[in-house]
């Protein structure tokens, strides 16, 4: 579902990100992928949605390779992710129904489906109650469920969160796992990026490892 | 896209966060479609002066001093047989006196002094219509110069020329402030849009995450603009009517622009403000790669 041959990313800068990545994500997988923070996690993630291009290799997503893409493919392939990052990015003075709406409102879904789409993934988050309020009044653990509910909203093949918990208290984060963890139960491939090594060993699972931009996988 | 009312709604979202210059953008346009209809308005009515000049338009042929009166009947029905004329009328000296003591009234006294009277006989020329173009009245002027017995001929035309003339200057000018107009438009329409852009940064960044095409990013801020250009153009219109009742009270002839050129020019003043909308977006979506 998700390939990378070879990839490598240097920015403009000159600071190498990614070197000669390769690896495959399958359906319905949970992959962890650790490294200390600065080592390249967020630029993987980016490279699958496409926010950055590889210098070198490819990335293919579903049917999408990174070398063959037009940009007006791109919001269609964003559809088909979801990505949770560690600042939420909700829309603050929008109400919680409204920032997952937003997800549904894109694609041009119907009135009835975005509607039963945005309160279905309000309540997979257990947010259904707080739908009314805005994402400002909500606290940081909610916050970051609403984002996750924004990112199911229009079911995903993949859910991609970039250090999801960075901003969290140990006792919301395990919430945030266990979350993540039951999207993926319920068929849905996820991708966490986190340095959380704690975390990383309770939820065992598929583990990459990328440091200085290299990237090597437990076994 | 679709979404109308998703789109409409953070149009005026838009405008509220970027409040004065949204406003400002709008009094800019305002003024400068004020001006293009100051202009329009002047030319409306230098063109209907032109017209109402151009239907008076009379030839006098003034006559040698003492013809007899059997010579003024020859010449008149040798003028009457010139194509194009319509009517001629006899002004004899003292007719021509009377008129002139009428015409000024309190000061006639100082004809008194005269001895002689100084007016010369005339003939009054009435032209059919067509006939009043600059070239056919000069042609005509030439025909009644050459009938024997007439000294002089005075066709009024010059000034019409001149004033057709000024017509011609004044489009020039219009269309010189029409392009300023287009100009200072899209700038202050695109000002407006870079603030409400701006202000809308992290919408736009969540927008582009969960996969909005660009035409769903950029139709609120589309709808910003159509909005800002029909309010400029809807308070310069009214601004214009206004000069226009101030105008009609010195000069009662004074036109407004028909309802043609009035919808006209809300419709572009619309139109320029979409597409100022566009001009900025383009460049601005631009930035930092949609992908």
Known sequence: MISFYDVGKAYRTGTVAVERASFRIGRNEFVFLVGPSGAGK?????????????????????????????????????????????????????????????????????????KKRTLASLARVGLVHKSGERAWQLSGGEQQRLAIARAIANEPILVLADEPTGNLDPETSL??????????????????????????????????RIDGGKLSEDI | ????????????????????????????????????????????????????????????????????????MAMADSLRQIPGIRSVEWISKEDALERFTEELGDDAA??????????????????????????????????????????????????VAQLNRGIAVVAVLDLGFGLIVVFATVVSVGSAIKLALLSRRETIQVLKLVGATKGFIRTPF???????????????ALLLWGSYRFAV?????????????????????????????MVSLRGLLKEKAWG
């Open chain 1, 42 to 114: 967020s630029t993987v993630l980016k490279l699958i949605y496409m926010e950055e291009f590889p210098t070198a290799g490819r990335v293919v997503v579903g049917k999408i390779a990174s070398d063959r893409v037009k940009p007006r493919q791109i919001p269609h392939l964003r559809r088909k992710l979801g990505v949770v990052y560690q600042d939420f990015r909700l829309l603050k003075d929008w109400t919680a129904y409204e920032n997952v709406a937003i997800a549904l409102r894109v694609t041009g879904a119907s009135r009835k489906r975005l």
């Open chain 2, 110 to 159: 100082l004809l008194e002094s005269l001895e002689a009277n100084p007016l010369p006989a005339s003939f009054e020329i009435a032209i059919y219509d067509d006939y009043k173009t600059e070239g056919r009245v000069s042609s005509l002027a030439e025909q009644i110069r050459s009938v024997d017995g007439v000294e002089d001929v005075d066709s009024g035309l010059t000034w």
């Open chain 2, 249 to 277: 009270s010195f000069l009662p002839d004074f036109r407004f622009l028909s309802h043609f050129s009035l919808v006209l020019f809300v419709v572009l003043g619309t139109a320029l403000g979409g597409i100022g909308a």
């Open chain 1, 175 to 208: 919430g945030i796992f266990h979350l993540l963890r039951d999207i993926h139960l319920a068929g849905t491939a996820v991708l966490v990026a986190t340095h959380d090594a704690e975390m990383v060993k309770r939820f065992a699972g598929r583990v990459i």
């Open chain 2, 222 to 236: 589309l709808i910003e603009g159509v909005i800002q250009g029909a309010a400029a153009a809807g308070i310069a």
């Open chain 2, 1 to 72: 896209m679709g979404d109308i009312g998703f789109s409409l709604r953070e149009a005026f979202v838009g405008m509220r966060r970027s409040g004065l210059t949204a406003l400002a953008a709008v009094v800019v346009m305002s003024l400068s479609f004020l001006m293009l209809g100051l202009f329009m308005l002047l030319t409306v009515n230098l063109r209907h002066a032109v017209h109402l000049a151009q239907a008076r338009v009379e030839i006098a042929a003034y006559v040698e001093e003492n013809v007899a009166p059997d010579r003024v």
